[in-house]
């Protein structure tokens, strides 16, 4: 299955959003406001189902300045291992770093007892099997630096930002790709990509690993 990755690492505006919609429902086949979720959702990759598409989308976007390359297939990213605090972080030099913030949505239930009614006035005993529940949610805020090289793949999860950067700072990055996010760390700026879904953070690592090895 062919896809077109995108070629440069940068925030996408509108104008430039609704103009990659634009060339994708040039072959008619899908509407504006569908290509306009496509180019929102692709986090860099853009799946096509005949390579014929998928070439003439690259060259109208090589024609509007926007970077780019066709693969054939996407390179297998390697399997993830999950670092735990105070987990012995990789001595070889690492060939890519991603990092990203995740704001996760949590939903848990919440029982209350209802009061019971004595004339006019409320009392709160709870009835027998009389109880109400209701969805409490609140949103967990997560940083995530994946540390890759052409064959293996670590990840650091923490809601601390302070432990990504004493990671970053005890790694080889010497030959590494550094995406926007571990950038913004050099800078002290805090610039950091955030995603609401693991999925897409994944896809986001994916894309990179591809600018990185493809």
Known sequence: MPYVIQGDEFEIDAELQRRLAEVLAEAGDVVLADATRRVRLSFGIFEFGERAEADRVAARFTEMGFANFVLDELLPVPRMRLLGAGATLPEEPLGLLALGRLLLEERHKVTEAKPRVIGMSYVPIPLPGGQEESTVSREQVRYQLDLLTREQHWRIRSGML???????????????????????????DRDIPTFHREEDWDRYVTWLYQLRYA
Request: proline share 0%; net charge neutral; aromatic share 8%.
């Open 162 to 188: 302070t432990r990504i950067v004493d990671a970053y700072a005890s790694v080889d990055v010497s030959d590494a790709y550094l995406s926007a996010g571990v950038r913004s760390l050099s800078r002290s």
